[in-house]
Nanobody, 116 residues
Framework: QVQLVESGGGLVQPGGSLRLSCAAS??????????MGWYRQAPGKQRELVAR???????NYADSVKGRFTISRDNAKNTVYLQMNSLKPEDTAVYYC????????WGQGTQVTVSS
């Protein structure tokens, strides 16, 4: 089993920044081989991919966040990050961390609210 714990969410004004972190742990868990991702779900909407980083550090982003968000990983710390800049009200959602290697694991989510 893999456990994922997100942190770093909160309330921020439009144009502001936040950095989300996701710490991974588990028995016989090799973080470096997993593709790690951040997803989000706004009220009344489906969960959507925000950004993803593979074991080779290849990244991809949703069009809506390109140029504003950056995903990165630190394999020594078993942690993946999402740096979010120039935040907009439409970025408001619960953000979930995902780990994928033959199966999916999910964190419990962290709320991000962008509002003045």
């Amino acid at each position: 089993q893999v456990q994922l714990v997100e942190s770093g969410g909160g309330l921020v004004q439009p144009g502001g920044s936040l950095r989300l972190s996701c710490a991974a742990s588990g028995t016989i868990f090799r973080f470096s081989i997993y593709t790690m991702g951040w997803y989000r779900q706004a009220p009344g909407k489906q969960r959507e991919l925000v950004a993803r980083i593979t074991s080779l550090h290849t990244t991809n982003y949703a069009d809506s966040v390109k140029g504003r968000f950056t995903i990165s990983r630190d394999n020594a710390k078993n942690t993946v990050y999402l740096q979010m800049n120039s935040l907009k009200p439409e970025d408001t959602a619960v953000y979930y961390c995902n780990a994928n290697y033959r199966t999916d694991y999910w964190g419990q989510g962290t709320q991000v609210t962008v509002s003045s």
